[in-house]
């Protein structure tokens, strides 16, 4: 008798989902979704893993493939707590002999699933190959092998058949006679507040309806034809596809994406943008299989580098910046924006990135930490190797990026637009030069050596 817990992370549709298909093959299903409590508290870096934006988003997705369970006779089984005590005691209560996940870069998921293996030995636990395009089995070289650059590794990968989407799931088995029952209250710990949209930002509503959605509709248009010369754009929901944030919680595939502008190239025609698309869902897969490669060094100050960057922690400008109360009115504007709206543009992310470790000299772990916590579309390999490579600690071999924040807002901003629709009350503040920390050097009782004599 097969008795399968499926735990869903990063994975929540019906289409495409391998996980759920191999799933499918069993007598008795409880298909779990585990909302951690650790989420909500403040970690190393200030920040939480989890902000509102994104948790508002969490909950579409979830109640969108409930729904699509509830279609096919199963539920989804939301529990709220720690997550390996949790799946632990669901594992006991019903005798599960076998556990289903997705396989996730994370150093944390992977530790939590090789922990539940280590505790239920009997358990046979699958992790199913479906964050990525490839799987470990299609990479031609070894995995310590990664290519340095990602021009070599998309040079190699160019030549690997991606596999072909799945589709989605008709049938599931029978629930567990005595399923667990919905929690009734919702725990303490959960934020209270009711969200609030942007009144003048972009809205993403999360659920694999919303994502077919919007994959539908980009690829119908003419937009991916001008992808290349628009995707720097600051501003404008068609300026890139937006499917990162339903990317992120598996609403979508990368396979699916993949395979959409594969369709458009052969019914409108490839041309340099609908190849520079492609490329950038190639960035999205080269960064996992760094993470899978490095592990935790992708969170490390030093990351893959030899030495440590040369930035430190300043509370005060840590927290100007994430509030865009910086001298920076552009920098200001890329932070409100991302702030109440939780999506930024990749461009505003490379602006708002080299701001704090070039002109704040702020160590990189805490901007990408606020990233976590604010962003909807987050992506533990994405975010963090994206950080890396702006810090001059990551898979660049050149080294760091810094911005010159005047030329970006020319170049990107040349009638001020964007940044008085997302303006600071402080930018005028700044403008008659004040300074950015408000104790000055002049304060601190340093004395020079040489003044002593
Ligand atoms: C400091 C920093 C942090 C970032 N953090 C995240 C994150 O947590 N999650 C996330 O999904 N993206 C992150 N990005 C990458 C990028 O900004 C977003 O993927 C992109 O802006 C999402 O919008 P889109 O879906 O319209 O992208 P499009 O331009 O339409 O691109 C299509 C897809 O390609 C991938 N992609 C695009 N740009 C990049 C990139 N630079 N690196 C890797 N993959 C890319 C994404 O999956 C994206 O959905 C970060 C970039 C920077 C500079």
């Known amino acids: 008798m097969k008795r399968t817990l499926y735990w869903l992370t990063k994975d929540l549709r019906i289409n495409d989902n391998l996980a759920l298909k191999l799933a499918s093959d069993s007598d008795y299903l409880l298909c779990v979704y585990v909302v951690d409590q650790k989420w909500f508290k ?45 799946l632990a005691s669901l594992c006991e209560i019903h005798q599960i002999t076998d556990v289903i996940t997705t396989h996730l870069p994370g150093t944390y998921e992977n530790r939590l699933i090789n922990q539940l293996g280590d505790n239920f030995p009997q358990v046979l636990v699958n992790k199913v190959e479906q964050f990525t395009l490839f799987t470990h089995g299609l990479l031609p070289f070894e995995l310590q092998q990664l290519p340095v650059s990602y021009s070599k590794f998309k040079k190699i990968m160019n030549n690997v058949a991606i596999p072909n989407i799945s ?8 629930q567990f006679k005595s399923v ?33 959605k919007q994959l539908y509709q980009y690829f119908s248009s003419d937009l991916p034809l001008s992808y290349k010369t628009v995707r720097n754009n600051l501003d404008g929901w068609e300026s890139s596809s937006k499917l ?43 960064f996992q299989w760094c993470h899978f490669k490095v592990g935790a060094k992708t969170y490390m100050f030093k990351g893959l580098s030899s030495s440590q960057p040369l930035t430190s922690f ?21 932070m409100n924006e991302l702030r109440i709206t939780g999506y930024l543009s990749n461009r505003g992310r490379q602006i708002v990135a080299s701001c704090l470790v070039n ?16 962003l909807i579309d987050y992506d533990a390999a994405v975010n963090w190797g994206n950080w890396q490579y702006i810090a ?12 010159n924040l005047q030329k970006q807002a020319v170049i990107f901003d040349p009638d001020g637009r964007y940044q008085s ?21 002049a304060d601190w009782p340093v004395t020079m050596a040489k003044d002593n004599g």
């Open 244 to 286: 990162s944030p339903w990317l992120g919680y598996g609403c979508i595939s990368p396979r699916q994406v993949m395979s959409s502008v594969s369709q458009f190239e052969i019914q409108r025609g490839k041309n340099s943008s609908t190849e520079c698309l492609a490329a950038e869902i190639l960035w999205r897969e080269y």
């Open 314 to 334: 300043y509370p005060e400008r840590f927290s100007k910046w994430c509030l865009g109360m910086t001298p920076y009115p552009l920098v200001n504007a890329c």
């Open 359 to 374: 002109e704040l000299s702020v160590d990189w772990r805490y901007g990408a930490a606020w990233f976590e916590e604010q």
């Open 42 to 86: 403040p970690n190393n870096y200030q920040s939480k893993p989890i902000g509102a934006n994104r948790w508002n988003f969490l909950q579409s997705c979830l109640s969108n493939f409930n729904q699509s369970l509830l279609s096919l006779g199963q539920q989804l089984h939301i529990v709220y707590g720690d997550t390996l005590p949790s």
């Open 167 to 174: 589709p989605a799931i008709k049938t599931l088995p029978s």
């Open 180 to 212: 667990p029952a919905p929690a009734i209250v919702r725990p303490h710990w959960l934020p209270v507040k009711a969200h609030k949209y942007p009144t003048n930002g972009m809205v993403f509503e999360g659920g694999e309806t919303s994502a077919i």
């Open 421 to 441: 629709k997302w303006a600071s009350t402080c930018d005028k503040y700044f403008l008659s030069n004040q300074p950015l920390d408000s104790v000055d050097a």
């Open 392 to 403: 001059g600690v990551g898979v660049d071999p050149r080294g760091g990026r810094h911005f």
